[in-house]
């Protein structure tokens, strides 16, 4: 499997801690977020990563190199200006597989991605999102509506509707992404991109993660805490 990330925003709510450094290199317990999710990544069986940079992205590319060190292989894909989450997927379309697993670059789990992948090829899925049942998250996460089947019927972006939540995980089909021919940003894959495949009646699903839902972004410094807090519970549990 690989994996792209989507990690070249401003991080403008993390400020000032970001005022100096990308959110991927937000320091949690001593490292970096993202040295987090390369690691789950790699329990996963993923063996390429490519990371969509942007804001201060010779840092990033600093601290990872050609991840080597973390057991994968690392690539870079740099955006000069802000193409937003969808522009630079589009960027980076001659980068995909046929079946890519892609991650927001500010969001934590511990879920399954081999039976989300599954899932879509089963479906012939041209896009999937993972999905987690929704809890009191108010509307800070993307809600989702699906049929019977597992098709999405509705997505909307930070509103109280739907009965599920966006994970911040996706797969996508490489002839999905064929049919752009450039990356005129900025573009969001939340706010444009899903909602005019759905127009489309394109095949996008909805696949739910079973068992322990619980996931973290880190897109504050509140939210910030809650996952040190988890990492902390979960190193004691190891001790």
């Known amino acids: 499997m690989n994996a792209f990330i989507l990690a070249g925003g401003l991080a403008t709510r993390l400020r000032p801690i970001t005022n100096d450094i990308p959110k991927a290199l937000v320091p949690v317990l001593g490292k970096p977020f993202l040295y987090y999710q390369l690691e789950f990544l790699k329990s996963q069986n993923v063996k390429k990563v490519v990371l969509l940079i942007g804001y201060q992205a010779d840092k990033i590319v600093q601290e990872f190199g050609d991840g080597k060190k973390l057991g994968l292989m690392i690539e870079y894909q ?96 490489k002839k999905l992404m064929d049919q752009y021919t450039s990356a005129e940003g900025p573009i969001s894959l939340e706010h444009h991109l899903i909602p005019s495949w759905l127009e489309q009646r394109s095949a996008i699903f909805g696949f739910e993660f079973q068992g322990n839902q619980t996931f973290y972004d880190v897109g504050t410094p509140e939210r910030l805490k809650v996952f040190e807090e988890y990492l902390n519970k979960k190193k004691s549990y190891a001790h």
């Open 78 to 173: 740099v955006e000069s200006t802000p193409l937003g989450t969808g522009g630079a997927l589009i960027k980076a379309r001659h980068l995909l597989e046929e079946n890519t697993l892609i991650l927001n670059g500010d969001t934590y789990f511990e879920f399954d991605l081999q039976k989300l992948v599954y899932f879509h090829q089963e479906k012939k899925s041209e896009f999937t999102l993972g999905v987690v049942t929704k809890k009191n998250a108010g509307q800070d996460y993307g809600a989702i509506s699906l049929d019977s089947k597992g098709r999405v019927l509705s997505f909307s972006e930070k509103t109280e509707n739907g009965q599920f939540l966006s994970a911040g995980c996706y797969v996508v089909s």
